[in-house]
């Protein structure tokens, strides 16, 4: 599925304080426990998603990623002490699956939100290492190239004859390809890197002025901090 465009409210924030509220929302939403808020919050999640202009098809794909590893972690807990199962065990469940949704969600939010070079331009802003800025750029870069590189792979494979399938003949094809593909990237980041260094990069990328905080940004911070007190007043109620 091809990335959708947003342009919405959201879209329009400064990347700083989307990048670092979303986190922030994240964490607190780990704290949450009472199933009914944390079904009230995936929800609302839901619907601010939607109200962004996302598809609906395209959430539940991605949902369906995270969905099958946090079942995997879940239904162990649930059975631990066999049957009948205690209350307490899916509750336990429960939260952990809503949890991980939600989370799930506001990093889609935060990804889908804005153009993918905005993103790591808003993270490269943050007081981070410089190293660590500059390794993030780079993967990013390199990512898709290595992206690209696949899929001209697989069209030049289909064009020769190659059917895609669960046979194991078929999945040989994939692990020798996949192999191939990871020995070339290994030794062209080495290449890469070697010609960097040769022309004196010191791991410090330049990068711009950052933009300025306004009215906007401000109403998005004091709007997620009511939200969560008023989630957590909720909790206390219940």
């Known amino acids: 599925m091809r990335r959708p465009k947003v342009y919405s409210w959201i879209s329009k924030l400064e990347i700083r304080c989307k990048i670092i509220s979303i986190m922030a929302a994240a964490f607190l939403l780990i704290t949450l426990e009472e199933p009914i808020v944390l079904g009230i919050v995936l929800v609302g999640l839901w619907i601010l998603a939607r109200q962004m202009g996302l598809p609906w098809k395209f959430l539940i794909r991605k949902l ?3 969905l099958p590893f946090l079942l995997f972690m879940s239904i162990p807990l649930m059975l631990g002490e066999g049957f009948p199962v205690s209350a307490d065990r899916l509750i336990f469940a429960y939260q952990l699956i809503t949890k991980g949704l939600g989370v799930f969600m506001l990093l889609i939010i935060l990804t889908y939100t804005q153009e993918e070079v905005q993103l790591v331009e808003g993270i490269r802003q943050l007081p981070i290492p410089k190293t660590l800025s500059a390794v993030l750029l780079l993967s990013f870069r390199y990512i898709h190239v290595w992206t690209a590189t696949l899929k001209k792979t697989y069209r030049s494979s289909v064009s020769r004859g ?5 046979h194991p003949s ?3 094809v994939y692990g020798e390809i996949m192999g191939a593909m990871i020995l070339r990237s290994m030794d062209q980041s ?12 010191s791991r410090d990328l ?3 002025p950052p933009k300025a905080l306004g009215i906007r940004e401000g109403l998005w911070v004091f709007s997620l901090m009511i939200g969560f007190i008023l989630l957590k007043a909720l909790e206390m109620m219940l």
């Open 64 to 66: 369906g990623l995270p």
């Open 170 to 172: 078929t999945l040989k």
């Open 162 to 166: 190659f059917e895609k399938s669960w």
């Open 190 to 201: 080495q290449r890469v890197h070697r010609t960097m260094v040769s022309r004196g990069f």
């Open 206 to 208: 330049p990068k711009g």
